[in-house]
């Protein structure tokens, strides 16, 4: 399933609005990043979509259900009402053609109010209900959508302490749970893996068990090999969905798994030595939670497929690069797209580093309300985007403004000049900054040339 477009009418500050989504005829990649200014709008549009399809998630997990309302203060100040209409199609369904569009509409009125739109649900209602015809068959029609949202205030791994026993068994709809109103649970996540482990390790082969059998065959090749297949086949394979994509985006880490002793806690091994997670950076943690939560999620929700991470779905997720080291920012989109190959990606971003990595991205720049798409970010080194896409100097701007006039100096060769501003802005800088070297090598040669 894939978002094609959204329009908002008077919804915060876009009187009309229209935005279509990657995959496009010109981007074929199914990610579509914002990128603007604080203030922009980037998140008022990630949170239009999430409102909108709260109504499909809730009318998918009960019999006419519904969704969050379009709140009152989003209604554009000065305007008495707001409508929200999206159209998606790619539904794989055998009912369904992938090229039919399902679309929907909702509105609000102020109190005391009429508005000008009304809701419309019946295609809304249509959809829901192919998905809820279908819940449970063992093929994987049987499988349930993704839908999912990271506002920027998701918490990010308060580990708890103590976890209780999950009350009932979790179910294929548990995927949904808090997926548009909070993003990360990692106290849920922490519970469901101890769940999971539990029973893996009742049914199967546990890996401490797996040890001791490992030092008791010994040297037999035989018998190892066929242990460590009896050992693979005995894992759940929800969970081994969960450890393969954290382990794809940080191959430094494996093993993550519920402890119980000294106390319960949750441990990853990072290149060979144990911590538990509690103890990783920020940035590990954060990468770690959204991560391991959309693979949980998809793993819930696709109970019948042989890899779960193919699962479908639409990932919303509101900046994208916080917290997260450069390295990881500029590979994110590219690992996103490669671990989770059936979901949509719709993010917002202020790193440069991030849209500058991956091909067929459909990029838009949101300028005082206004959308620009923007094309050839492919291969753009990170100061060229600061500099055209994001409108920031990539230099503090008046040291740029020093380095400019030395450079002016030199061009006209007036060297004495240029050498005294070179002695000053080299008390100020860094040793070894590039422009400084430039510099140092230009004065050189007018030097030997006067000489
Ligand atoms: N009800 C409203 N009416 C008019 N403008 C609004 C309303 N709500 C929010 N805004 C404007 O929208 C902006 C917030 O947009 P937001 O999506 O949070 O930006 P971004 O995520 O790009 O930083 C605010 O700066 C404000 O100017
Ligand atoms: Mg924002």
């Not at 992938?98 to 739109?117: D, N, Q």
């Not at 009896?230 to 393969?244: I, N, T, Y």
Request: charged share 25%.
């Amino acid at each position: 399933m894939e978002i094609r477009k959204i329009r908002l009418n008077n919804v915060g500050r876009f009187t009309d609005l229209e935005v279509p989504f990657a995959p496009t005829e010109k981007h074929a990649s199914k990610v579509t990043v914002f990128v603007g200014n604080n203030g922009a709008g980037k998140t008022t549009i990630l949170k239009s979509l999430a409102t909108s399809l709260s109504w499909l998630v809730g009318r998918i997990r009960t019999d006419n259900g519904g969704g969050s309302p379009i709140q009152e203060d989003v209604v554009t100040n000065g305007e008495s009402f707001a409508s929200i209409d999206i159209k998606v199609s790619g539904i794989s369904h055998p009912q369904a053609s992938k090229s039919t569009i399902y679309s929907w509409t909702l509105a609000r009125a102020l109190r005391g109010h009429k508005s000008k739109v009304n809701s419309s649900l019946t295609k809304l209602t249509e959809l829901a209900e192919l998905y809820r015809f279908h819940i449970g068959l063992t093929d994987d029609t049987g499988s349930l959508p993704l839908v999912v949202f990271y506002p920027v205030e998701r918490s990010v791994l308060d580990v708890p302490l103590t976890t209780r026993k999950s009350e009932r068994p979790f179910d294929q709809f548990d995927g949904y749970e808090n997926a548009l109103s909070g993003g990360v649970d990692f106290g849920r996540f922490f519970e469901w893996f101890r769940d999971r482990e539990d029973t893996e390790n009742e049914q199967g082969i546990s890996t401490t068990v797996m040890e001791q059998l490992k030092k008791i065959s010994g040297s037999d090749e035989r018998l190892a090999s066929e242990l460590k297949s009896m050992h693979l086949a005995s894992r759940d394979p929800q969970l081994s969905a969960v450890r393969s994509a954290v382990k794809k985006f940080m191959p430094d880490f494996s093993n993550l798994r519920v402890q119980r002793k000294p106390r319960l806690h949750m441990a990853i091994d990072k290149l060979g030595k144990t911590l538990n997670v509690s103890q990783l950076s920020q940035g590990e943690k954060s990468l770690m939670a959204l991560v391991g939560d959309i693979a949980r999620r998809l793993a819930i929700m696709n109970p019948s497929l042989k890899n779960p991470l193919k699962g479908e779905g639409i990932v919303l997720i509101d900046e994208v690069d916080l917290h997260l080291h450069p390295k990881w920012q500029r590979s994110l989109i590219q690992q996103l797209t490669a671990t989770f190959p059936n979901c949509q990606f719709i993010l917002t971003t202020h790193s440069p580093l991030v849209i500058s990595d991956t091909k067929d991205v459909l990029c838009y720049v949101l300028d005082d309300g206004e959308l620009k798409e923007r094309d050839g970010l492919y291969g753009l080194d990170a100061n060229q985007v600061l500099l055209d896409v994001m409108d920031t100097d990539v230099r503090n701007s008046k040291v740029q403004g020093r380095l400019d006039r030395l450079l002016e100096l030199l061009q006209d060769k007036k060297l004495k000049e240029a050498k005294s501003l070179f002695e000053e802005l080299s008390t100020e800088l860094a040793p070894g900054h590039m422009e400084l070297t430039k510099a140092a090598l230009l004065i050189r040669k007018l030097e030997l040339r006067s000489a």
